[in-house]
């Protein structure tokens, strides 16, 4: 019996193929600092429960497919503080900024069409692009540049005749790479000029670093027409399990055609829409004391890997991951020695191999990525023991 061709195409996540390791190590009494996986320690604002305890219907119903209108309109009004003005039809609500991506990418490509995507890149965008029968081709991006890609040669390098979109996620997972107003009004201009669609994952919206500015593609004139933005309250809010997401543009056509898939797929849960509208109602200095506390994070962890011979990596600008070389020749070999074979005083740690974040085969075998997600002692202690292992791994 036969598989689809698509999902053997795919590929396992690098970000949770190593959990039933890690599983094991801690059932043996270890533990494991899981820096692999971008779920912040830092606490669901009370509010979200609050909502859902104060919610008295009597029935859980269907909610309507594009989304209860109390979250929309608390979307509409956050947005407000960016200049952006919406309307309810253009907000869909999904299941996590994850189902935004895959409707989106159904909705957008044919068999065969391309998007554009700096790469290292989000893992689960080839997962979603291959779904729904799309090729990924990568804009290659280095270190050593700040993992920048907002060049025109370098992005009209990569378009072809099917090339249907250029994807950005800024603040970028998992480099840390923001894009700047002016940068994102150069994309717009190439998207222009070679009618694509421009699809901008902004799930990391405020959390920009010394003294940037956070932005939305939402402020770029003149691509009302192409743009999508996809947006989420799992890292914002540290609601990851909440599975709420936006898909958002004034593209009419691309709204009907969208609501055709969301109306398939019935709606996202009714109480987390609850939720998740009282999370965008918090006051702006929520933003600010948690973007602080995720710098200082930053801080922590570069200040600490600068410690480890043979390490390089620029420092991240936003978001919470910083991708990094480091002096091994393969990271997966190192990782599952320091699940199964290494600890100090009963710990150990893990990370995401950097291989399954790139598109170009061979990329990524020497570096990591890693979510500064733990608190800062905890992440001071999860570099230390890499450290530690790398030690211990090259001196075998």
Same mark, same amino acid.
């Given at each position: 019996m036969n598989f689809s061709k698509k999902v053997s195409s795919m590929q396992f996540s690098p970000i949770r193929r190593f959990n039933p390791i890690a599983i094991a190590a801690e059932e043996s009494g270890k533990k494991v600092y899981h820096l692999n996986i971008g779920?912040?320690?830092?606490?669901?604002p009370p509010c979200f429960m609050e909502a859902i305890r104060d919610f008295d219907a009597k029935v859980i119903a269907y909610a309507e497919s594009g989304g209860l209108t109390i979250l929309q309109d608390a979307v509409i009004d956050y947005f407000k503080n960016y200049n952006v003005d919406l309307e309810r039809k253009n907000?869909?609500?999904?299941t996590g900024g994850s189902e935004a991506l895959n409707m989106t990418f159904l909705t957008l490509l044919d068999e065969g069409d391309e998007i554009l995507l700096p790469e290292p890149f989000y893992t689960n965008y080839h997962t979603f692009a291959t779904a729904a029968g799309g090729v990924v081709v990568p804009i290659t991006t280095k270190g050593e540049e700040g993992y920048h890609y907002a060049k025109k040669e370098q992005i009209e390098a990569c378009i072809t005749p099917r090339t249907k979109a250029i994807c950005?996620?800024?603040?970028?997972?998992? #480099?840390?790479? %923001?894009?700047?107003?002016?940068?994102?009004? =150069?994309?717009?201009?190439?998207?222009?000029?070679? +009618?694509?669609?421009?699809v901008a994952d902004e799930v990391y919206r405020e959390f920009v670093y010394d003294g940037g500015e956070a932005h939305s593609f939402f402020e770029v004139e003149g691509i009302e027409d192409r743009l999508v933005v996809i947006d989420s309250v799992s890292k914002r809010y540290s609601a990851c399990g909440a599975r709420i997401g936006f898909c958002i543009s004034k593209c009419e056509k691309f709204m009907e055609?969208?609501?055709?898939?969301?109306?398939?797929?019935?709606? #996202?849960?009714? %109480?987390?829409?609850?939720?998740?509208?009282? =999370?965008?109602?918090?006051?702006?200095?929520?933003? +600010?004391e948690v973007k602080a506390e995720y710098c200082a994070r930053r801080d922590v962890v570069?200040?600490?890997?600068?410690?480890?011979?043979?390490?390089?990596?620029?420092?991240?600008?936003?978001?919470f991951y910083l991708t990094c070389k480091l002096p091994v020749d393969d990271v997966e070999e190192l990782l599952m020695f320091l699940l199964q074979e290494f600890e100090d005083n009963g710990e150990t740690v893990m990370y995401a191999p950097a291989a399954g974040f790139y598109g170009t085969p061979g990329l990524g075998k020497d570096e990591i990525r890693i979510a500064y997600v733990l608190k800062q002692e905890d992440m001071r202690r999860a570099v230390e023991?890499?450290?530690?292992?790398?030690e211990a791994y090259n001196n075998r």
């Open positions: 779920q912040p320690d830092v606490e669901t907000i869909i609500v999904t950005c996620i800024t603040p970028g997972n998992p #480099t840390g790479c %923001v894009l700047t107003l002016d940068e994102m009004k =150069l994309i717009a201009e190439v998207a222009i000029e070679h +009618d694509l669609f421009i055609g969208i609501m055709k898939i969301a109306q398939g797929r019935l709606c #996202t849960s009714t %109480v987390d829409q609850v939720g998740a509208a009282a =999370l965008f109602r918090l006051p702006t200095s929520y933003y +600010d570069y200040e600490e890997l600068q410690k480890i011979p043979g390490f390089d990596s620029p420092k991240p600008r936003g978001a023991l890499l450290r530690l292992g790398i």
